[in-house]
């Protein structure tokens, strides 16, 4: 047999493992929740490991192809079966944003091309048709949605801001060590004690910054949530619309 014959079928034999296992992954996923995302996939076929995930959704890496336990060519061989399986299912496409869990919430980048079709794909969720009108929007809402930012209230007393060399009474981590509030640009915002449910909620919905206080139980072993810190206007403005409710 000469050798393009031979590459021809290997080619193909190694074609069909990957097509397995990009739909066995993506399988998964849409029985356990209701649609399939090209983060899944990657995830779900051990390509990106859950800690590197972790570090592209908080900003720390260029992209999630640089985190990607294979070459280009792999991934991208990967997205087309993904996409072809997807659609011999009959999901639906959802096109979502992904943003990064700092305070700038940055759009989070997939390729290392940045190429804006390769881009959308990525960003593309694939939905069951199942699933009611509601319930796919809702599914789509929630996965956009950004990830809470979480701000630390430290146990100990010492601890120093890696910009300024600061310290107070709140923390949030970022990739160097910790820092103050004021130096990532959420200096301004006002606590709100967890408690009141229906304040919080719409306090939230009102500010276009918000992030979850905890703080660490040493008899539990355990974060728990103390709070959520918002902009002052916008606690002013729920706090107004209450006020006028209970009155009427
Ligand atoms: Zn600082």
Same mark, same amino acid.
């Given at each position: 047999?000469?050798?393009?014959?031979?590459?021809?079928?290997?080619?193909?034999?190694?074609?069909? *493992?990957?097509?397995?296992?990009?739909?066995?992954?993506?399988?998964?996923?849409?029985?356990?929740?209701?649609?399939?995302?090209?983060?899944?996939?990657?995830?779900?076929?051990?390509?990106?490991?859950?800690?590197?995930?972790?570090?592209?959704?908080?900003?720390?890496?260029?992209?999630?192809?640089?985190?990607?336990?294979?070459?280009?060519?792999?991934?991208?061989?990967?997205?087309?079966?993904?996409?072809?399986?997807?659609?011999?299912?009959?999901?639906?496409?959802?096109?979502?944003?992904?943003?990064?869990?700092?305070? *700038?919430?940055?759009?989070?980048?997939?390729?290392?091309?940045?190429?804006?079709?390769?881009? *959308?794909?990525?960003?593309?969720?694939?939905?069951?048709?199942?699933?009611?009108?509601?319930?796919?929007?809702?599914?789509?809402?929630?996965?956009?949605?950004?990830?809470?930012?979480?701000?630390?209230?430290?146990? *100990?007393?010492?601890?120093?801001?890696?910009?300024?060399?600061?310290?107070?009474?709140?923390?949030?981590?970022?990739?160097?060590?910790?820092?103050?509030?004021?130096?990532?640009?959420?200096?301004?915002?006002?606590?709100?004690?967890?408690?009141?449910?229906?304040?919080?909620?719409?306090?939230?919905?009102?500010?276009?910054?918000?992030?979850?206080?905890?703080?660490?139980?040493?008899?539990?072993?355990?974060?728990?949530?103390?709070?959520?810190?918002?902009?002052?206007?916008?606690?002013?403005?729920?706090?107004?619309?209450?006020?006028?409710?209970?009155?009427?």
């Amino acid at each position: 047999m000469d050798h393009s014959v031979l590459d021809e079928i290997m080619n193909r034999t190694n074609r069909d *493992k990957l097509a397995e296992r990009v739909s066995r992954a993506a399988e998964a996923s849409l029985a356990a929740q209701g649609y399939v995302s090209a983060l899944d996939v990657l995830s779900g076929i051990g390509w990106v490991e859950p800690s590197a995930v972790q570090r592209w959704r908080q900003g720390q890496v260029e992209c999630l192809e640089r985190v990607t336990q294979t070459n280009l060519s792999r991934i991208s061989e990967a997205m087309k079966l993904f996409r072809v399986w997807a659609r011999d299912k009959g999901l639906l496409p959802s096109e979502t944003q992904y943003v990064a869990r700092t305070p *700038k919430r940055q759009k989070l980048r997939f390729s290392v091309s940045g190429d804006h079709g390769i881009e *959308k794909n990525y960003r593309t969720h694939w939905v069951s048709p199942a699933l009611s009108e509601k319930k796919r929007e809702r599914v789509a809402a929630q996965a956009s949605r950004p990830p809470d930012l979480v701000v630390i209230q430290p146990t *100990k007393d010492m601890w120093t801001c890696h910009h300024c060399g600061g310290t107070g009474d709140l923390l949030i981590m970022e990739n160097p060590g910790p820092a103050c509030l004021r130096c990532v640009g959420l200096g301004d915002l006002v606590f709100l004690p967890a408690g009141a449910a229906l304040l919080t909620r719409r306090a939230k919905a009102l500010s276009a910054r918000s992030a979850v206080v905890v703080r660490f139980s040493r008899s539990r072993g355990r974060y728990e949530r103390q709070g959520l810190l918002v902009e002052p206007q916008a606690l002013a403005e729920a706090e107004r619309t209450m006020e006028v409710r209970q009155s009427a």
